[in-house]
T-cell receptor
Framework: GAGVSQSPSNKVTEKGKDVELRCDPISGHTALYWYRQRLGQGLEFLIYFQGNSAPDKSGLPSDRFSAERTGESVSTLTIQRTQQEDSAVYLC???????????????FGPGTRLTVL | GDSVTQMEGPVTLSEEAFLTINCTYTATGYPSLFWYVQYPGEGLQLLLKATKADDKGSNKGFEATYRKETTSFHLEKGSVQVSDSAVYFCALKGGGGNKLTFGTGTQLKVEL
């Protein structure tokens, strides 16, 4: 079946512009996650959705970052007034969620590479 | 908070050599532990996992044992191949949460 998909695969923007990144999770997965991977670093957690609600937003680095999820499916991560330090690969993952809480495997999309000039 | 420490790379080995990539963790409760792999130009893939102490995860010839007494989850493979060249990430999922906490990744390069 189809895996997690993300769009666009690459995004180049100018400092100060807003960007929207999209994630389509695996069908039937109730949990959805956003992570960020800056060059040469590990993945940083940003936000977790269970269904359409976000019980953990603790990783969002500033109020310029927001995310929403509709219909227990597609999620959009929005970055307002982008800064150069926002340049990174943004990864989305999905999982079965609370149905199988322990050892629940997260499946990752290919990522969106964001470059802020 | 939770954290994962894994050995710095890059690691360069000859084909058929033995591989160990060290991973230790700090977590509250009883975490689940994972190894993910990122092949060149591809996305992150789950390699193996273990959900409780003394469990051994294995896949594609790789193994890792969940050692609670040493808070470790070292990745091993008896004979590496050129196709194993990738970046390997150790990660944990805390007992009370859903997010994954990752190490910084270890780049492995296998040469003929």
């Amino acid at each position: 079946g189809a895996g997690v998909s993300q769009s666009p695969s690459n995004k180049v923007t100018e400092k100060g512009k807003d960007v929207e990144l999209r994630c389509d999770p695996i069908s039937g997965h109730t949990a959805l996650y956003w992570y960020r991977q800056r060059l040469g670093q590990g993945l940083e957690f940003l936000i977790y959705f269970q269904g359409n609600s976000a019980p953990d937003k603790s990783g969002l680095p500033s109020d310029r970052f927001s995310a929403e999820r509709t219909g227990e499916s597609v999620s959009t991560l929005t970055i307002q007034r982008t800064q150069q330090e926002d340049s990174a690969v943004y990864l989305c993952a999905s999982s079965l969620g609370e149905l199988i809480p322990r050892g629940d495997t997260q499946y990752f999309g290919p990522g969106t590479r964001l470059t802020v000039l | 908070g939770d954290s994962v420490t894994q050995m710095e790379g890059p690691v360069t080995l000859s084909e058929e050599a033995f591989l160990t990539i060290n991973c230790t963790y700090t977590a509250t409760g009883y975490p689940s532990l994972f190894w993910y792999v990122q092949y060149p130009g591809e996305g992150l893939q789950l390699l193996l996992k273990a959900t409780k102490a003394d469990d051994k995860g294995s896949n594609k010839g790789f193994e890792a044992t969940y050692r609670k007494e040493t808070t470790s989850f070292h990745l091993e493979k008896g004979s590496v191949q050129v196709s194993d060249s990738a970046v390997y990430f150790c990660a944990l999922k805390g007992g009370g949460g859903n997010k994954l906490t990752f190490g910084t990744g270890t780049q492995l390069k296998v040469e003929l």
